[in-house]
Every structure is written in C-alpha cells, then in structure tokens.
C-alpha cells in the first residue's frame, strides 16, 4: 500500500499545503498549520458485494405519511430575541452552534438561556474553558436562578457525553466545541480533524437521546465560525453574535436554521447584569430623527423578518495624504466604494482629494441593500456639505446605472419610519407594494439618483409628492 501523502492544513481557515508554511496565505494567521495525513481513498467495491450493516426495514416503514407528522417540540426561554431567532424557542433533540467574537458576550448568552431552559428539566453546563468557581461566580453576578442547572468542567467529549447520557438532562451546554478532544485525538485543539471528530459526535448524541445541544464556537478574524464549512452542516442551526464588544448593544442573527428563518434578528444589551432585550432596537440606536447635520441619513434597515432604523454618518475631509482614505464601519468596503461611483458619475459630485468615512450606528453590520440610496445621500451630503431637508428618508436600492430599485418590505418600513416622526418618503417608482392605507405620508416616487436627490436637498428641490 503507498504511503500517503503528508500536507499541512490551517487550523483556522482550512487552507491545505503540501509544506508547512509560517503565514497562511488564505487567511493570514501565524504558525497555524499543523499535519494532517488525508485518508487513503479505498476503490468501490460492486454494489452486489456490499455488506449490509443490520437489518432493513420494511418497505411500509419508507412510505411517506404526512398527516401522521408531529409538529417538533420547542423549548421556551422567555428570552424574546433568543427565542425568535431560533424560531420560536429550542427544537428537543437539535444541535445548535453559536459563535461571536470573544468576549462578545456568547458565552453570558448561552447561560442565561440555559438557566431559563430550567423550567423544563435538568439542564448540564459543561465547560473546557472555565473552572467551576469562575462559572458559578458568573451566574451570582447576573443573579440567575441555578434550579435545574447541572455544572461540570472538563475537556474529555467521551466523560462529556457519558454524564450528559446518565442525567438524562433536556438540554446540554458544550463550552467550546474546541476545547474537547477523544483519548484517540492526536491533531490537536482547534484542527479541522478535531472539529469535525467533536463536532459530528454532540450532533449525533442529540439526534440519539433526543437532547438539545448548544455549542459555543470561536470565530476567525473576518467573523465566520472557525473550522471546516463540514461543521456548519452538521448542526441545525447556526447563530452569529455580532457587536462591538466595548460597546453596549449585541445582535444575535441566524445564519443557518433548520426550523426557522434564516437571517431571523435579535438584539440585546450588555449591562452588569447580562444580556437585556431590546424591545425597541430604533430608539436605541436612533436617538434624534430632526435637525440632522450634513453627512447623516435615518433609514431603516431589514434585519430578518423586521426592520430597525440605523443612522447613517457620512464625514469627507480634506486629504493631506497622496492617496485618500476610504474607511468604513459598519458597511462593507466595497459597497462604500460603489456608492461613490455612482454619485461621481450619476450625480456629479466628486469626492477627489477628500477622505471619506462612513459608519452605521448600533455597533453591527448591516448588508440590506435596501439602504443603498441613504448611504449615497449621506455621501452626497457629506462632500456638498448640506443636510437633508427634514422628515425625509430614503428607501430604494441604487443599481450601477443610478436607477432606484425596490426593496421588500417597503410597507413595513415606512411604518417604522412614520412611527420615528418621518412623513416623506423617496422610493423607486418600480415598487408594486400596495401603500393605499399610509395616510397623511408624502410618498416620492422617483427612477433615478438625481432625481432622489432633487427631492432630498432644499436646494436641489424641484419635485413634488405623490400624497397618500
């Protein structure tokens, strides 16, 4: 039999080598590559000549009964963010994988529902990373209820899973899918080979015993969950903390859910006593709508099923530098540098010579390219130096040729933004939503950029509205 071949894989981005680099030139990190020997590939054998595992079962067992199905079991935290983002609480026997940042605030997350989990039975907490002290020191500080709650520290996934089989508990905390190795493990915390051993293992137990699984993840540094996409689909769902950690507001999204929408949002805040919901994430974040300066644009962005207002801030400054800056927080680089194509080249306006920054409030990322057209007045803005004339918000995608698309929801968000105090709304003509019942709202239906832009700015405005 041939020997196989070495390689060496980046344990944080997967990337494959046939010689151990220091730097991976997928991701960047240092002295991340470890040996990874890969299987030898064995030649299929005739279907005829297959083994046959145990015994099959009868062909009436395969039919389809569809009105015999019952509805999955759910698991209520009263937790709202938590519980919508999942779909409507924890399905009994999925696995879940949530993964941030760290200190982002998961792990405070996952504990909190956890002791909530309790008013359903015995919940079991196991931790690689933390001793017992610094965990039950966490949950006096945020004054939880420990009734129910189950606490160990280890890193073996074999005594993990055979005290999680012999409590018998409704759910199981995995604290972190990293931190747990089988006695057979020789890859090393944190490979690719590692993740999926640990990772197929919790997933499997839960689909077996009918124990819900929350597994807590590290992230890479572009914020996608760390090991092989092999892990993402092994779970149900997959649920994303998103936030500055410094600061005081984190959004919970769902990447992947089995029993839910994708994308589904929710919001909290970090205070001395743990994660708060936040109701009313537009107020948050949104604190005046009126008398906004140059550069600022309220619009409302969708999150999931829902829309928040954000502010968009747009500053262009005098470059003193051969080439300017482009810096943007909150919004994707690329988006950003679109954005001032198009305004250049549809509007008129050049941003030549000037840095320009831009940033979303709220401390997340938002990829709606539903405020497309807010983020290219704010740059109109910014350069022109001149604000937006008030009670006015932007709601349409911008295309290459300056065109204004629509966007989903549009009903709902302008409701949002007529709760916040807005009564003029710039939308693209092409939108079909039936907005008959939004009475005492200015509705501008307009096709192209400059057209928007005439009717956003006092001293471009030429365009009347079209009243509901």
Known sequence: MAKPQVQYRCSECGHISVSKLGKCPECGAWGSFVEDVPEIEVTARPASRVPISGILPAEADLDVAVENVQPEQRMMTDIGPWDEVLGGGLVVGSAVLVGGEPGIGKSTLVLQAATALGQHGKVLYVSGEESRSQILGRVRRLGLDPKNLLLATTNSLADALAMADRAR????????????????DFFGSGTPAQLKITAAAIAGFSKKSGVAALIIGHVTKDGTIAGPKYVEHLVDAVLYMEGDRFGAYRLLRSGKNRYGKSGETGFF???STGLIPISDPSSAFVTDVHNL????????????????????????ATSYLPSPRRIATGLDYDRLMIALAIIERRAGTSAGGRD???????????EDRGIDLGVGLSLYSAIRNVAMRDGVMPIAEVGLAGDLRPVFNLHRRIELGARMGFREFIVS????????????LTIHRKRYVSE??????PRLSDAGGESQ
């Open 293 to 316: 300066q140059p550069g600022s644009v309220v619009v409302p962005a969708a999150q999931g099923s829902f829309a928040v207002l954000v502010e968009v801030q747009s500053l262009a």
């Open 169 to 184: 508990p409704v759910a199981l905390v995995m604290d972190s899918l990293q931190s747990f190795s089988t006695e057979e």
């Open 269 to 271: 805040e970090m205070t």
């Open 429 to 440: 003509d092409k939108a079909r939503d039936d907005l008959s019942d939004l009475h005492g």
């Open 356 to 366: 320009v920054y831009v940033n979303i409030s709220g401390d997340f990322s938002v």
């Open 452 to 457: 928007a832009i005439a009717a956003s700015f």
